[in-house]
């Protein structure tokens, strides 16, 4: 039996190692925007209890451990700055794992085209260069 090629060992093993790493980070990236969308949909809920209040409505807004009373429109405000913020987050996350999935498939081709390559050299070696020795893998010199 033939030893594998060193080359493609290294290639495949960092293949394994990048795909581990990507999938991590895809995972992390996953988490990052269910937990986002979670504070999305948590605010766009308060922005709709709070626009259901009347205008002169005591509200108050928690900072820190502190509460402190704000006008409907203050809080609104503070509200709508915080989901579209949020989205915005939303989207990097999305474009960050679009791009760490982008990377991991461009190395994936990367070793389909070395091992084409690490093929066509041996099936060109093998035609090219010996006569008689080809078929003879299965016995020992």
Not at 7 to 14: C, I
Request: aromatic share 6%; with cysteine.
């Amino acid at each position: 039996m033939e030893a594998a090629d060193p080359e493609l060992t290294k290639a495949f093993q960092q293949l394994q190692s990048k795909k581990q790493e990507t999938a991590q980070q895809v995972e992390l990236m996953d988490n990052k925007i269910s937990g986002t969308a979670r504070a999305v949909k948590i605010s766009e809920l308060t922005l709709a209890e709070v626009s259901d209040q009347p205008i002169d409505a005591h509200l108050y807004r928690c900072i820190g451990r502190a509460f402190f009373l704000s006008s409907k429109t203050g809080i609104q405000d503070f509200f709508q700055t915080k989901v579209s913020k949020l989205n915005e987050n939303i989207r990097a996350y999305q474009e960050s794992k679009a791009v760490l999935q982008k990377e991991l498939k461009e190395s994936e081709q990367a070793i389909r085209e070395l091992v084409m390559r690490k093929k066509q050299q041996m099936s060109s070696l093998s035609s090219s260069g010996s006569t008689g020795t080809a078929g003879n893998w299965d016995k020992p010199d």
